[in-house]
């Protein structure tokens, strides 16, 4: 059975603490704010998309999109759907302790690479 959650925050940042089991894919949207995935989370995600503050991409161990013609709106599998009007969406593994790691974002090339951070 896929896991499933949502949040969403109209007026404040949002922050996710995913499982290291965790494979699927994660949806985070903000208006004003960014979107940050950890240091030890970041080499884990593959972006598919990245529009307009709106970013589709897959997390798990192999760090690949399963099916490159999927949709991820009709996907079926595991996902995680994250919002915030005014503020930032911050995502790392639940087990990284409480160390302010947002202040360096992971940096995604051109070509949707995750890139190690400075």
């Not at 990245?50 to 161990?61: E, I, N, P």
């Not at 990284?96 to 790691?101: A, D, S």
Request: charged share 25%.
């Amino acid at each position: 059975m896929p896991f499933k959650l949502t949040s969403n925050s109209d007026m404040g940042s949002v922050e996710v603490h995913l499982p290291q089991s965790y494979a699927g894919l994660l949806i985070a949207s903000t208006d004003m704010g960014k979107i940050t995935f950890s240091p030890q989370l970041a080499p884990h995600v593959t972006v598919i998309s990245d529009v307009g503050g709106k970013q589709h991409c897959y997390v798990g161990a192999g760090t690949e999109w399963p099916e490159e013609d999927l949709d991820p709106e009709t996907w079926e599998g595991s996902e995680v759907r994250l919002s915030s009007a005014v503020g930032s969406i911050k995502v790392k593994y639940v087990d990284e302790g409480t160390r302010k790691w947002w202040h360096k974002k992971a940096k995604v090339d051109s070509q949707m690479q995750i890139l190690p951070c400075d």
